[in-house]
């Protein structure tokens, strides 16, 4: 992996985390990136913005690896990401070019962090001065941000934001009309442009249509009732691969269950909604999945909240690199196959890797998937044999023993 950003006649260190997983041909930033540092730098050069404005009241949005944070980072910046992969990598970044020491996880000095749930109800003291902002894949989430800007930035706010050119479509350009005020783009450059978009502080505000609600049954035919904040995958309906793993699932109440990268939780619910007396650990790397989980336990069965746990973290490296976590008997695995806007399969295999290392002897890992992804090659070099409980001509769910 390529980890030298040199660029403007600095030169930063930077990865992806985690690195050991990532492929030799990824990087921790992008043109967009580039473009944005660019620009910035020229509006403090040009004194369009001066360097004692930009100090605390420069926010970053969705900085995939951390390249922005670290690069401003002397702008003290207020930096807001819905990734625990993210954040995990800025702290990386950070110490690895001697910005800050480690505080912890989620603290880091001087970029003050904050996640997609906090900023729902964020009150700066003053309007941004600088909003950067990377173009997230989901649109939800460009949009609930856009309205959280909206509440807080002044007629004198920069709002710049970047992207690959073919990510910046009408539909993105509408989202800031509408939002913000007039829109305008760069030329695009290394296959990158950029958003300039000038805030309208006379245009409506709109209320946030998230979290969205919508209903779908579970495995007993009994009705769940699902909101979903605006980064959730499969947000508008319950995708299909859950929908075939809820056909096949089996829990006890004796069994301990982690429903990893949880989405809206929906697997994890309907193993309490068969074993009322189960445990459901609830992981995923999104800070909005974890809270439209959360309250979806509350909605479906507040009596049991007592019985969940919910946790950010990389796959199930807060389990394993936690002394009481509990013994672990089944793990519910319906793997993305994308980071960002790259496809890999790397995130799966840290999965199977981790519930393997995870589960007590005996215990099962449950993996619903595309045919074509092979998973099943994957599963028999880690765990020796693999059973299938289901498949058609799109879908595969394998279930594996720990031996």
């Known amino acids: 992996m390529n980890t030298e950003f040199i660029f403007a006649d600095r030169n930063l260190s930077l990865i992806r985390y985690p690195e050991k997983h990532q492929h030799v041909s990824l990087q921790a930033w992008d043109s967009a990136d580039e473009l944005l540092i660019d620009h910035v730098e020229s509006l403090l050069n040009d004194n369009v913005v001066s360097t004692d404005t930009a100090k605390s009241q420069l926010m970053i949005f969705n900085d995939d690896f951390g390249a922005l944070g670290c690069w401003f980072e002397h702008l003290n910046p207020l930096w807001v990401s819905d990734s625990y992969i993210s954040r ?226 990389n796959c199930l490296e807060g389990l394993l690199n936690e002394p009481n976590t509990p013994a672990v008997t089944k793990v519910l695995c319906n793997p993305p196959f994308h980071q960002q806007n790259v496809i890999t399969d790397h995130i799966a295999w840290q999965m199977f890797t981790d519930s393997r290392d995870l589960l007590v002897r005996g215990g099962h890992l449950v993996v619903v998937g595309n045919r074509h992804l092979d998973y099943h090659i994957k599963l028999k070099k880690l765990f020796g044999g693999v059973d299938i409980l289901s498949n058609d001509k799109k879908f595969v769910i394998f279930s594996v023993a720990k031996q």
């Open 88 to 313: 995990r990598s800025l702290l990386e970044n950070l110490g690895r070019n001697a910005i800050s020491a480690e505080t912890s996880v989620t603290e880091t000095a001087p970029v003050n962090t904050m996640t997609s749930v906090d900023s729902l109800t964020f009150s700066p003291q003053a309007a941004p001065a600088i909003v950067v902002l990377k173009v997230p894949r989901a649109l939800a989430l460009l949009e609930q941000q856009l309205i959280d800007l909206k509440r807080y930035i002044s007629a004198d706010t920069q709002v710049i934001a970047g992207g690959k050119a073919k990510a910046i479509t009408k539909s993105v350009l509408a989202l800031f009309e509408k939002y913000i005020g007039p829109t305008t783009t760069s030329l695009a450059k290394k296959k990158s442009r950029l958003v300039f978009s000038r805030p309208d502080l006379t245009l409506p505000s709109y209320p946030s249509p998230y979290p969205t609600r919508w209903e779908c049954k579970g495995t007993t035919g009994a009705k769940m009732t699902l909101d979903n904040e605006a980064n959730v995958f499969s947000r508008q309906s319950l995708d299909i691969g859950a929908r075939i793993m809820m056909k096949h699932m089996t829990v006890s109440s004796n069994d301990t269950v982690v429903d990893v990268g949880c989405g809206n939780g929906v697997l994890g619910i309907n193993a309490l909604t068969l074993a009322p007396d189960c445990k459901v650990i609830f992981t995923d790397e999104s800070y909005m999945a974890l809270e439209s989980a959360r309250l979806n336990v509350l909605t479906n069965h507040p009596d049991k909240i007592d019985q969940c746990t919910f946790i950010a973290t």
